[in-house]
């Protein structure tokens, strides 16, 4: 199951309801009831093995103290089903988004930001053998970037180059950011257009961007030579294939990037989703980077959220009525039984 962007709203997505006002509440209140019946109804229906998450867990984590923050993570927890203690359950894995530890130059300044968020969720650059094929992980956030986070990225994205040995096997790349699309076409499942795309700062000070830049999603793929790239960060759904120098083909392949939509019915996606992978236990050890038919995927729709409160608007309109009714029907049966009757009116001085 991989699932992007829950980013629970808070005081800085509605500004206007004001912090702390019976406004903010109920919308922070719609927002987690509808990511955590969704994540229930997923894990409950499918039971998958592992989940993976692309970041951005929170609404606006990178902005908060160590206080506020551990409220917040408390409300991410359980939203998210995050199983905690030992619970049994799928595997959970994330990489970090910008809502979670903001961009390369806020992570250069206050390196405290991205600490806290792994110390709690672990490693945004990881390895994780799931079926046949390993889930590779990697910090997007400061690969434009410069310092010490943004080496130690590149020196684990250099270091997957070195690995690739026989018997291979196979990569999926899971990043917050996407790659960059050039043709701004997504495929049948868009609901939106695809963004331009902005990038806010000088050389290697980013402190905005919504692609990776070239050279580094060329980088990146040359390094990890993925089957599948996996990305959150638009909110909606993206389908868009990649061209890339292979040292184990031995010339230029193809790979598909499938940027999952936000899993929240309040971050600007009239139809939230999430995806299903099947992935294989044995993957073969030749490569293959288009990965046909190695790994099926399924995208799976949530119910709009302006019909859900339709819905329960409708209940209750009926609920009311059906409680209200008899006592009200009495009323006026008793007022037209009154009508008619002399009336003695008096005056009281």
Same mark, same amino acid.
């Given at each position: 199951?991989?699932?992007?962007?829950?980013?629970?709203?808070?005081?800085?997505?509605?500004?206007?309801?004001?912090?702390?006002?019976?406004?903010?509440?109920?919308?922070?209140?719609?927002?987690?009831?509808?990511?955590?019946?969704?994540?229930?109804?997923?894990?409950?229906?499918?039971?998958?093995?592992?989940?993976?998450?692309?970041?951005?867990?929170?609404?606006?984590?990178?902005?908060?103290?160590?206080?506020?923050?551990?409220?917040?993570?408390?409300?991410?927890?359980?939203?998210?089903?995050?199983?905690?203690?030992?619970?049994?359950?799928?595997?959970?894995?994330? *990489?970090?988004?910008? &809502? !979670?530890?903001?961009?390369? $130059? /806020?992570?250069?300044?206050?390196?405290?930001? +991205? #600490?806290?968020?792994?110390?709690?969720?672990?490693?945004?650059?990881?390895?994780?053998?799931?079926?046949?094929?390993?889930?590779?992980?990697?910090?997007?956030?400061?690969?434009?970037?410069?310092?010490?986070?943004?080496?130690?990225?590149?020196?684990?994205?250099?270091?997957?180059?070195?690995?690739?040995?026989?018997?291979?096997?196979?990569?999926?790349?899971?990043?917050?950011?996407?790659?960059?699309?050039?043709?701004?076409?997504?495929?049948?499942?868009?609901?939106?257009?695809?963004?331009?795309?902005?990038?806010?700062?000088?050389?290697?000070?980013?402190?905005?961007?919504?692609?990776?830049?070239?050279?580094?999603?060329?980088?990146?793929?040359?390094?990890?030579?993925?089957?599948? *790239?996996?990305?959150? &960060? !638009?909110?909606?759904?993206? $389908? /868009?294939?990649?061209?890339?120098?292979?040292? +184990? #083909?031995?010339?230029?392949?193809?790979?598909?990037?499938?940027?999952?939509?936000?899993?929240?019915?309040?971050?600007?996606?009239?139809?939230?989703?999430?995806?299903?992978?099947?992935?294989?236990?044995?993957?073969?050890?030749?490569?293959?980077?288009?990965?046909?038919?190695?790994?099926?995927?399924?995208?799976?729709?949530?119910?709009?959220?302006?019909?859900?409160?339709?819905?329960?608007?409708?209940?209750?309109?009926?609920?009311?009525?059906?409680?209200?009714?008899?006592?009200?029907?009495?009323?006026?049966?008793?007022?037209?039984?009154?009508?008619?009757?002399?009336?003695?009116?008096?005056?009281?001085?």
């Amino acid at each position: 199951m991989v699932t992007a962007d829950p980013q629970l709203v808070d005081e800085y997505t509605y500004r206007e309801l004001g912090r702390r006002s019976r406004a903010l509440a109920f919308a922070e209140a719609v927002c987690d009831a509808y990511v955590r019946r969704t994540m229930k109804a997923g894990l409950r229906r499918f039971a998958p093995r592992n989940v993976v998450f692309l970041g951005d867990l929170f609404g606006q984590g990178a902005r908060r103290n160590d206080d506020e923050w551990r409220a917040l993570r408390r409300r991410v927890d359980a939203a998210l089903w995050w199983p905690r203690n030992g619970d049994g359950g799928p595997l959970y894995h994330t *990489v970090a988004g910008n &809502h !979670d530890v903001g961009y390369s $130059e /806020v992570i250069r300044h206050h390196p405290r930001i +991205l #600490a806290r968020f792994e110390e709690w969720y672990g490693k945004s650059n990881f390895v994780e053998r799931i079926g046949g094929v390993d889930f590779v992980g990697v910090n997007a956030m400061v690969l434009d970037g410069k310092g010490p986070a943004t080496d130690e990225t590149w020196a684990f994205v250099d270091g997957l180059s070195a690995q690739k040995k026989e018997p291979y096997v196979k990569r999926v790349l899971v990043t917050h950011l996407p790659l960059p699309n050039p043709s701004q076409r997504c495929g049948p499942f868009r609901n939106s257009q695809a963004i331009q795309g902005r990038t806010l700062g000088s050389d290697k000070e980013i402190i905005y961007q919504d692609y990776l830049s070239d050279e580094s999603a060329q980088r990146l793929l040359r390094a990890v030579e993925p089957v599948l *790239v996996l990305s959150g &960060h !638009d909110h909606d759904q993206c $389908e /868009v294939t990649h061209a890339y120098e292979s040292a +184990l #083909a031995g010339g230029t392949v193809a790979v598909t990037e499938i940027t999952v939509g936000t899993v929240s019915a309040l971050n600007g996606n009239d139809q939230p989703s999430y995806l299903m992978l099947t992935v294989p236990e044995a993957a073969g050890e030749s490569f293959d980077a288009s990965g046909s038919g190695l790994i099926q995927h399924k995208l799976c729709f949530l119910p709009e959220i302006r019909e859900i409160l339709r819905t329960y608007a409708h209940v209750g309109v009926v609920s009311v009525l059906t409680i209200l009714g008899p006592p009200l029907g009495e009323l006026i049966a008793a007022a037209k039984k009154f009508e008619g009757r002399p009336v003695i009116a008096l005056c009281f001085r």
